[in-house]
């Protein structure tokens, strides 16, 4: 989606505007840390924009600590958005809520949360209800390609537009991955460190699926087959390649990685794995084998429980594709107050994508430590 028109809005302005729009009436009287509360801004910036709108007679002091407006204000329409939440499955859809939530806060959307339970019935159900509460917009987040024409065709009938996160789903605007493209450059980085620390030799290559998302999200796995092939083609042409379904699951990826390990005896083993769950499953499985310093992985999503382990000096997991999901939030709530908006956009958005590693974790996320970003594995 082209962002040339946002790049002419004045964020401060904005800003502004969002604290005028706080005041719920002109004669309601609020206190800084309310004005904090209701903008999701910082204190400090609160603080100054209030000043400053007190200056130009927008906003008048009630006393030392209390505020009031001192014009009218247009008001938009406060849009109702539903969020159907992947579930507590990952850190990764951890952030995306967290994300949400934040974002809309900002942009006065009242946002209601279900809980998919990453389960397609539960999914089921709560497309159902939503579309019974005729709500603005709904934010789907659920897996399963197969039970996806079934939810579009309940949001349809309502009249609801949707968004669907990382998984497509028929009439939906898709918001996420560029799925080859991530596993692509994961590919790559994986075949470039094997020949940087093992002089090329491979093994085995093991993918680590996730089945019930389909074809989109397989696409992860085959660009990483195909960075492969272009920095590493004999591991790829020798034939010796597995392919396993961790359902992008920690616990699955872990049973299904350590049964196979019984029964390998390949030494140098390259693994791409389709989301961060696979791909610290099957750590853990290397690790308990007692093999894991012959053996690379790259996973898919950086989320905090994959940057954690790249900070652990002695983990096979090399590098993780960043798909940045503690900005989604933001990009989602833009998207779904355009598409409110009907102003006219691409059937699809796509994330910025960058591997993550040992060496530059702590660059794009220094503030990790502070924020106590651990294992939660």
């Not at 079934?150 to 898709?174: C, N, Q, R």
């Not at 092939?229 to 042409?237: Q, R, Y």
Request: with cysteine; glycine share 8%.
């Amino acid at each position: 989606m082209s962002q040339a028109p946002r790049s002419y809005v004045v964020e401060s302005v904005v800003h502004a505007a969002h604290v005028l729009e706080a005041f719920a009436s002109s004669g309601e009287v609020l206190r800084l840390r309310d004005v904090v509360a209701r903008t999701g801004l910082s204190k400090a910036r609160c603080f100054r924009l209030l000043h400053t709108l007190h200056f130009c007679g927008l906003v008048e002091k009630v006393d030392v600590t209390r505020y009031r407006l001192a014009c009218e204000v247009k008001r938009r329409k406060r849009y109702h958005i539903a969020y159907a939440a992947q579930g507590s499955v990952s850190s990764f859809a951890d952030e995306v809520l967290k994300g949400l939530q934040s974002a809309a806060v900002k942009s006065n959307v009242e946002l209601t949360v279900v809980d998919n339970r990453y389960q397609p019935k539960v999914a089921l159900r709560n497309a159902q209800h939503l579309a019974r509460e005729k709500v603005d917009l709904v934010v789907e987040f659920q897996t399963d390609e197969a039970i996806a024409p079934a939810i579009a065709a309940l949001y349809l009938e309502a009249g609801i537009p949707y968004i669907a996160i990382d998984i497509p789903h028929p009439g939906a605007t898709y918001y996420g991955a560029n799925n080859y493209e991530a596993g692509l450059l994961a590919g790559r980085y994986l075949g470039r460190w094997a020949k940087s620390h093992w002089n090329g030799r491979v093994d085995e290559v093991l993918l680590l699926e996730l089945a019930r998302a389909g074809s989109l999200v397989r696409a992860r796995v085959s660009g990483i087959v195909a960075g492969l092939k272009e920095t590493v083609p004999e591991a790829i042409e020798s034939g010796h390649v597995t392919s396993i379904d961790g359902d992008g699951r920690f616990k699955i990826a872990f049973d299904h990685v350590r049964k196979h390990l019984r029964e390998s005896r390949a030494k140098y083993v390259l693994v791409g794995a389709a989301n961060d769950g696979n791909g610290l499953g099957a750590a853990r499985a290397f690790q308990e084998a007692g093999r894991a310093s012959t053996c690379a992985i790259v996973g898919q999503n950086a989320e905090p429980d994959a940057r954690a382990e790249l900070r652990e000096s002695q983990s096979p997991l090399v590098g993780s594709a960043g798909y940045f999901p503690e900005h989604y939030g933001e990009g989602i709530i833009r998207l779904a107050l355009d598409i409110l908006a009907n102003k006219p956009l691409p059937p699809a958005v796509f994330v910025r994508h960058q591997m993550v590693t040992r060496d530059n974790v702590d660059h794009l996320y220094p503030n990790d430590t502070l924020l106590g970003v651990t294992h939660t594995y």
